[in-house]
């Protein structure tokens, strides 16, 4: 039984004069300790379903579906009990930029030990604290030490490690190694395979080949809405949807001569999105039926929303 579920998840951003259907319809499973990897272009919604998840979006709102946890809804929890039961404790997140997030002018352990007194934690803070640190590969003398004093990669291994301090079972993890250099990212990488034996990673990028390093599952996201599902394995050896064929093939590959081709176009506005398929304007192989919205469908590799495999 999946551990893990969002259901028909809808979460817009509202203005006076108009809604953005920012996550519209978005479902998933992972089962105990699988990692997913939610990959689509910037403002695909892929940073808002995370924050959704963790109910710390600033100004988007669930305004349908649901998410489960062991079987029991988060949606519907009131502020108090989602944070006493499950921010941190059970799901935690590495938010995007959160190296700037420490605060320059406490040490770093202090920081650690105002999430353990925040969550009433009587332990020994100490000896779970170092036991963190030590998970992300740094050594406990970072504790006395004040951010700047970190290089990028230390700072984004911290943050890892706080969001790892309570031991949650879903570790969200947006964009985190963006602003690093290879060899850092590389580092990031390595404690991320490390962590997935026992914790469920959520990692949300843009680059098909750190996904590729971690996740067990892939979920393609185009404009609000999840296009392709399915094993990492399968979505990028046999990618169905002519969205992720097309995202497959801008990757440059080292071996042998390819040609990257670009995506002409845009993704349509969310604010009114079309009635039917969402990649309709950019997609080589539309037809009249694609002006209806496909559902999805399940296929041999996973599930994909296109006509083409109905
Ligand atoms: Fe292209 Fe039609 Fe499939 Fe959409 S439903 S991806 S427009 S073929």
Redesign the pocket.
Known sequence: MATFSVEELKVQYHSRNSTVKAVDGVSFSLDDKESIGVVGESACGKSTLGLAIIRSSSGGKIVSGDILLDGKSIVNMTEVEFTKTMRWKEISMVFQGAMSSLDPVFPIKQQFKEILKTYDYNDNHIKTIENTIDLVGLDSSVLDKFPHELSGGMKQRVVIAMALLLRPKLMIADEPTTALDMLTQAQVLDIFKKLKKNTSIMLISHDLGIISEIADKVAIMYAGQI?EFGTLQEVYSNPK???TQALLRSVPKIKGKSEITSLKGNPPNLVSPPA?????DR?????E??KKM?PMIKIKTGYT????YE
């Not at 997609?283 to 037809?287: E, H």
């Open positions: 296009v949807h002519p969205y039917g398929c969402r990649f309709y997609c080589p192989q539309a037809m039926k694609c496909p929303s296109c006509w083409l």
